[in-house]
């Protein structure tokens, strides 16, 4: 999910009011409470502050001709040069023993919401090499400090503890910010990616139903005229046998049109308890006359619990990522299906169950990575492939509270891993 790009917009409406705090912060600490000496280098950040934000604001301006700055480029930016402006107001101001220096943390909360990759453990990075800087230059006599007058006797020297225990809190502080904040994200992301993928399976799975309805109906009278036909070519075997061969062949398409049919109703997955390896072991079956003779499956299929899940489903899906499997060793190879459980290797889902589906085919582009569970994408187009498959998979594992994940190498092979929830009886109540 992408934030929208008023976000860079919203920083510096954000600014404007910081810019009069920073003024107002001035003149009463300075003429009103006689905490600082002089407001002179508090105005001077403001005005530094006034500065840029003014260059922003013209950068992203809607009829600027430039557009030099993307938006997340743009925050970016602004991060940067608000720590840097956050940092020079905390020295002008008594920086070890200034309570406003938690005013990190506020930053670190925008980078982890609007940035991604590794740019928000970059402005968190930042911020604790400034802060870390300016506080051991203070502490060494490498910089003049600018105490605060809270009151007679208030200029103690700096004490080593003191500046370590502030600047560990403060930084441990930045770090969690960043962590608790990017974690919060890439869950909303993955969350926004599932729900579109279930709207456009939905909305696939209407039209097929109705493309499948208006294939039924022909199918029956077509049925029909050629057993009628049959009847008056009975005499002569190899017209017979001709009629024989398209009447298994338009019950093949029929079969195929209920199935869809029967797929595409709004039902949901009965789940409870499901025994995974009798769902591979009769997926397999299943599939041993698509198997190729160049073509080895290994089964590893190892001691495992219940899962919580739909017997059906779960063939389906092994059935699917099989086939896809067996369709990408075009020169043969091994299959191999392994069940596992994961214990506590999974951060995300303690205790639960994967079901691995390993070729050793021709690999997936790391460019395509991302987009195979799209809706009607696929590299086998000449090959019959719909795009439908991983998709649809996808979103019957999201329907049993599991996940799927793909690694891949090019020329080395594929493994898919279907990661499904261990049963419990409290899981399962209503």
């Not at 195929?256 to 308890?273: D, H």
Request: aromatic letters at 8%; a neutral charge.
């Amino acid at each position: 999910m992408k934030l929208p790009p008023e976000g860079a917009l919203w920083l510096i409406r954000l600014r404007w009011i910081a810019v009069g705090g920073v003024f107002l912060a001035g003149y009463s600490a300075s003429s009103v409470l006689g905490l600082i000496e002089s407001a002179a280098p508090i105005y001077g950040v403001g005005g530094f502050l006034l500065l840029y934000n003014l260059a922003f604001a013209w950068l992203l301006w809607e009829n600027n001709p430039l557009q030099l700055l993307r938006p997340e480029d743009s925050i970016f930016a602004q991060v940067v040069l608000d720590l840097l402006s956050l940092t020079l107001l905390l020295y002008f101001s008594d920086i070890a023993r200034n309570p406003f220096i938690i005013y990190y943390v506020f930053h670190m909360i925008i980078a982890g919401m609007y940035l991604r990759g590794y740019r928000p453990f970059q402005a968190a990075g930042l911020a604790s090499v400034l802060l870390g800087l300016v506080m051991f230059a203070e502490y060494t006599g490498r910089l003049p400090r600018f105490p605060l007058h809270f009151g007679p006797g208030e200029d103690q020297p700096l004490h080593g503890l003191q500046v370590l225990g502030v600047y560990l809190a403060v930084t441990s502080s930045i770090w969690m910010a960043v962590y608790f904040t990017t974690s919060i994200r890439r869950y909303v992301d993955r969350a926004h990616a599932e729900l579109r993928q279930k709207e456009k399976m939905l909305g696939i799975g209407q039209l097929v139903a109705g493309i499948a309805h208006q294939i039924a109906n022909p199918l029956d009278g077509v049925q029909n005229c050629l057993r009628r036909i049959g009847e008056g070519v009975k005499d002569n075997p190899r017209l017979t046998e001709y009629v024989q061969l398209m009447t298994e062949a338009l019950e093949r398409i029929e079969r195929t049109a209920k199935r869809v049919q029967a797929f595409a109703q709004p039902r949901g997955v009965v789940l409870g308890e499901t025994d995974v390896n009798a769902a591979v072991e009769g997926t397999l079956a299943m599939l041993g006359p698509r198997i190729g003779h160049d073509i080895r499956v290994e089964k590893d299929l190892r001691r495992v619990p219940p899962v919580l899940g739909d017997m059906y489903t779960i063939q389906e899906i092994v059935f699917n990522l099989c086939t896809n499997a067996l369709a990408a060793m075009p020169n043969g190879g091994t299959l191999t299906v392994r069940t596992r459980t994961l214990g506590t290797q999974d951060d995300d889902q303690m205790n639960s169950v994967a079901i691995d589906v390993i070729d050793t085919g021709v690999g997936i582009p790391r460019v395509n990575l991302e987009r195979i569970f799209e809706p009607f994408f696929t590299t086998r187009a000449e090959a019959g492939g719909t795009g439908l498959g991983l998709g649809l998979c996808r979103m019957m594992i999201s329907e049993m509270g599991g996940r799927i994940d793909v690694r891949s190498a090019l020329g080395q092979g594929t493994t898919f891993t279907v990661v499904l929830n261990a049963y419990r009886e409290s899981s399962h109540q209503p």
